[in-house]
């Protein structure tokens, strides 16, 4: 429920924002054919920092299409990696990576099953 929760929180506005700054930053060209659309596809432009970096918009979006991968990535790990299955096998991970420099794991306390009711 959060993850789909965070997902409409970040990805609507987020996304909704991006739609503006690509429509108002770049022109839109007319269609003329697909073998126009398709012509030197392969082809990737290149622009020195000095000339992207004087419009503040485009700056924008440079540095949101560099950062929103890794936002992104750690808050998948924030979701999936803190959960106790996996707690569990990364404390299984590092006790296995100590195990031959001689640490081991403190014993676990005994739980017992039956319980006395103390009286008074």
């Keep these: 429920m959060a993850l789909a929760t965070s997902d409409i929180m970040f990805t609507t506005p987020l996304g909704i924002y991006m739609l503006w700054l690509n429509a108002t930053t770049t022109e839109i060209g007319p269609w003329r054919s697909w073998a ?3 012509f030197d596809y392969s082809r990737i432009e290149q622009y020195p920092g000095i000339i992207w970096r004087m419009d503040h918009r485009m700056v924008v979006t440079m540095e949101f299409s560099r950062w929103v991968a890794p936002a992104c990535a750690l808050l998948f ?19 296995a990576m ?3 420099f001689g640490f081991e794991p403190a014993p676990a306390p005994i739980k017992s099953a039956l319980t006395i009711p103390s009286i008074g």
Excluded: C, I, L
Aim: charged share 30%.
């Design 36 to 38: 126009d659309t398709h």
């Design 98 to 100: 100590a195990k031959p």
């Design 77 to 95: 790990f924030a979701f999936f990696g803190f959960a106790d299955e996996a707690r569990r096998h990364y404390r299984s991970a590092f006790w």
